[in-house]
């Protein structure tokens, strides 16, 4: 069912926060597409940190995109070459100051398939430690807040944690850790 890309062409290149690209493609059925728009972003890696006091770990920025503040998990972009646990560890230490003992791999989701390339590795820590300041990049203003599990179910059941691949990451983790509960 994949398609034939037969050309691309690069319409923007800022890597690796923005590539735009059109690809002339054909589908299996012999349909030409003559114009595909796609986004093309590094992967990245979200983080459920859960400290030794049983507090889940989160971040709160502000996102010009959509003029807010943001309630998130750590996160970032994987780097050229890096494995996605070790970006995990890298990105939860650089902007918080914590490092976690155990971190168990929950799968990845993909934010927008339709337009972006790229995937989120999504993974839940546990025995939290604060070991240093935070090392944030000059575009970075983060807040560091800790949440017992029932906060973070509330703030979900309120609609509060509007990051949508956080969200996933939230509800993979308390699916996981089996915090959740479905009610039929």
Avoid at 47 to 66: A, S
Wanted: glycine share 6%; aromatic share 12%.
């Amino acid at each position: 069912m994949n398609w034939k890309i037969l050309s691309t062409e690069y319409l923007f290149q800022y890597p690796p926060y923005f590539v735009a690209r059109k690809d002339v493609c054909e589908r299996p059925d012999g349909v030409l597409i003559p114009a595909y728009y796609v986004v093309e972003l590094p992967a990245s890696v979200i983080t459920f940190g859960i400290t030794d006091e049983n507090q889940v770990l989160f971040t709160e920025q502000y996102r010009h995109p959509i003029g807010e503040m943001s309630l998130e998990l750590p996160g970032g972009f994987i780097e050229k070459d890096e494995e996605p646990l070790l970006a995990a560890q890298r990105e939860t230490e650089e902007e918080t100051g914590y490092q976690f003992s155990n971190y168990i791999y929950l799968g990845k989701v993909a934010g927008n398939p339709g337009i972006l390339n790229n995937t989120t590795h999504l993974f839940v820590a546990t025995g939290g430690k604060k070991v240093k300041e935070q090392q944030m990049d000059d575009q970075e203003d983060i807040a560091v807040t800790l949440l017992p599990f029932d906060k973070v179910i509330q703030l979900i059941e309120n609609r509060k944690i509007i990051q949508s691949l956080h969200l996933n990451a939230c509800f993979y983790a308390l699916l996981h850790l089996n915090e959740l509960k479905f009610s039929k």
